[in-house]
């Protein structure tokens, strides 16, 4: 394989994994070692930051917002603007890297850094967008209105199946509204978001603008904690598990900073009588094996009308018969490899289940051998009761459940009857069935779609869940408050001072 893309990205074989802008506080004592799980082959090592590091990157980072803060928001914009820029010209490479570290097919891995790209777009429109509201005030001559301030650092926590795109869509976002980020990268793709600090290194020396403005850490959970336990750091964005989010919001919440949560899902699909098939094929398929079901708006459960039922099985079956499993540098390859061994036992154990709550298989999974590591497996096809144990979890691999449904209220409850509720989708060409799924009374989760799948959503919509998901919104829309203190001001340019309520209060 060519491997030119990693030093086109600046990586090497020992790599800083603080960016500390500090010359000889390089830590190669305690590292993570990155191994692709395409071929098993060390890909580099990245250093863990020590308390020491993280103390130094704190404080670069509180001096950079004290002048992030006070440069206006559309230059702000441009600065981000160039970071797409930069983006587009390292495409090639940095959509191979989060293949080649991931595992995910080349096309997601492009497609992974165009979401970046979209997001910097967004971002530099918004920068001329960040309005409040102005009201009118109940006394005389008297003004009111609202505005958005920089919160200050925001902490980026992110998962290593978007290596690079979740960070974008929060950093891009904070970097606009004027804040300053500190990200701790999943270490099971460290190397990426090094890549991604390397390209920000230059964009910020462009301009003569502090590196400080984003920062990188690396380590396990603890280097995550003392952010989320850090009053310095007002905002922490985290991206992962259910058990990681409930751990992340207690922490942050005991000494009452803001989280935005983006944790599990367990998205369906309810395939209606009137369905057109080609959608539902492509939709379903792409939404349970793009990513090796490692996704959190994976497509883990088809919710079908008893009268389709049998046909969606076998077309379904007939489809994953002629999927291509293996390298995902490899363009002919549609599924590549899950993340590491431990994530291959627990989809083992995972099917040990289906099979011992009398799942039946259609299509039979298991790891495939000979393929240039132990992390190939093969998707597999689930028949199971729609009250299924083993449907109420998120296994993050491609585990499909089909259940039946008689009526479309019945099809809502199944959907909504799980702890999670990040995305959802109905195949329906009939009107009442779609409103019904998108009103009030239907799908209960944060993203709800007609026609198309579960995965792959548009940057420009605010992008989150519902109940176990952990609520957050980030990405488009106006996702962007969250990451701005809001502050109402009156304003009396009268000569007297009425109080509000109509309230006199006179000596
Ligand atoms: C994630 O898996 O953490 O909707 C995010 C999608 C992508 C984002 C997935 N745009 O599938």
Known sequence: MNKDFIQELGLSADNDGSSTGQQGMHNP?????????????EIGRVSVTTPEQYEAIIERATEAFKHWRTVPAPRRGEIVRQYGEAL?????????????EMGKSLQEGWG????????????????????????????PLHRMYEQYH????????????????????NAMI???????????????????????????????AANDLPEGISNLINGDYTVGE??????????????????????????????????????GGNNAIIITPSADMDLVLTGALFGAVGTCGQRCTSTRRLIIHESRYEEVRDKLAKAYGQLKIGDP?????????????????????AIEGIKAEGGKMVVDGGRIDGLGSDCYVQPCIAEVEADSKMAQQETFAPILYLMKYRDLDEAIAIQNSVPQGLSSAIMTTNMRESERFLSATGSDCGIANVNIGTSGAEIGGAFGGEKETGGGRESGSDAWKVYMRRQTNTINYSTELPLAQGISFNL
């Not at 992974?112 to 006394?139: K, N, P, W």
Request: glycine residues 8%; proline residues 4%.
């Open 29 to 41: 004592a305690a590292h993570i070692s990155s191994a692709s799980p395409v071929d098993g082959a």
């Open 88 to 100: 587009r010209e390292h495409k090639d490479a940095l959509g191979r890297l989060v293949s080649y």
């Open 112 to 139: 992974e850094v165009q979401e970046m790209i979209d997001i910097c777009d967004f971002a530099v429109g918004l920068s001329r967008q960040l309005h409040g509201f102005t009201m009118h005030s109940e006394r």
């Open 150 to 169: 920089p919160l200050g650092i925001v902490g980026v926590i992110s998962a290593f199946n978007f290596p690079v795109a979740v960070w974008s869509w």
């Open 174 to 204: 904070a970097l606009v509204c004027g804040d300053v980020v500190v990200w701790k990268p999943s270490e099971k793709a460290p190397l990426c978001g090094v890549a991604c600090q390397n390209i920000w290194a230059k964009v910020a």
């Open 226 to 263: 003392w952010m989320t336990k850090d009053t310095r750091v007002p905002l922490i964005s985290a991206t992962g598990s259910t058990r990681m989010g409930k751990a992340v919001a207690q922490t942050v919440a005991a000494r009452l900073g803001k989280s935005l949560l983006e944790l």
């Open 329 to 349: 540098l490899d363009e002919k390859n549609h599924v590549g490899p899950l993340i590491d061994a431990q994530s291959v036992e627990t989809y083992l154990k």
